[in-house]
């Protein structure tokens, strides 16, 4: 088993940012990606940005190229998304995801095997 420990949301305005981790604990060692994915209200959940954990390459929505930054600390098991120039659309509650499967495409919730509790982020006009 596995257990996602999400921290770091909250309420900031926009142009502000947030610093989120996921922490990772129990069968870690055969990671192959992680990812965070958000949910706003009435809204299908969406991938924000994806890692592979070996390998270190990253996929990010376009909605948030060039503001958010995913990365990860091995030796932690830990993984970050560091969210600059916040808008409100980026409102939503943000889970952070781990897959087992190799060669899975990682941009799909369906791929990923154990999910965070989620964090709310709220932007404010």
């Known amino acids: 088993q596995v257990a996602l420990v999400e921290s770091g949301g909250g309420l900031v305005q926009a142009g502000g940012s947030l610093r989120l981790s996921c922490a990772a604990s129990g069968r870690t060692f055969s990671m192959y990606a992680m990812a965070w994915f958000r949910q706003a209200p009435g809204k299908e959940r969406e991938v924000v940005a994806a890692i592979i954990w070996s390998g270190g390459s990253t996929y990010y929505a376009d909605s948030v190229k ?3 930054t995913i990365s990860r600390d091995n ?3 830990t ?3 560091q969210m600059n ?9 943000y889970y952070c995801a ?3 499967g190799n060669n899975r495409e990682i941009i799909s919730a369906l791929n990923y095997d154990y999910w965070g509790q989620g964090t ?3 932007v404010s006009s």
């Open 79 to 81: 993984v970050y998304l």
């Open 85 to 93: 120039s916040l808008k409100p659309e980026d409102t939503a509650v």
């Open 75 to 77: 030796a932690k098991n």
């Open 120 to 122: 709310q982020v709220t």
């Open 66 to 68: 060039g503001r958010f």
């Open 98 to 100: 781990a897959s087992y």
